[in-house]
Nanobody, 131 residues
Framework: QLQTVESGGGVVQPGGSLRLSCVAS????????IGWFRQAPGKDHEGVSC????????YYSDSVKGRFTISKHNANNTVYLQMNSLKPEDTGVYYC????????????????????????WGQGTQVTVSS
């Protein structure tokens, strides 16, 4: 059974950094596409960044491009989201989701359309950016 567990959230001042981790189980990373999604207070879930476990191709939303970096470590089935230059509008609950590779055809499509398809979100990890 495919499962993911995310960790690494916290409270940070504007301009600070955090690194989130997502451990996948049930399948090896090379068979998965992994995405980071977030839900800000009062808003819908949105795709932040997604990565192909097979070829490492990546997608970033415009709001995080240049500040966030997604990476994977196949040996420990983990995907990371390095978040730099954090802003108050980055505040929210961050979720990791894994799908079998190419379910959404591309990682960009996964980030854009998966929120409308995911029926149940995990526990997530809270990120709060505040002075």
């Amino acid at each position: 059974q495919l499962q993911t567990v995310e960790s690494g959230g916290g409270v940070v001042q504007p301009g600070g950094s955090l690194r989130l981790s997502c451990v996948a189980s049930g399948f090896t990373l090379d068979r998965l596409d992994i995405g980071w999604f977030r839900q800000a207070p009062g808003k819908d879930h949105e795709g932040v960044s997604c990565i192909s476990g097979e070829d490492g191709s990546t997608y970033y939303s415009d709001s995080v491009k240049g500040r966030f970096t997604i990476s994977k470590h196949n040996a420990n089935n983990t995907v990371y989201l390095q978040m730099n230059s954090l802003k108050p509008e980055d505040t929210g609950v961050y979720y990791c989701n894994a799908e079998l590779a190419y379910r959404f055809k591309t990682v960009e499509r996964m980030c854009r359309f998966a929120p409308g398809w995911i029926g149940s979100w995990g526990q997530g990890t809270q990120v709060t950016v505040s002075s």
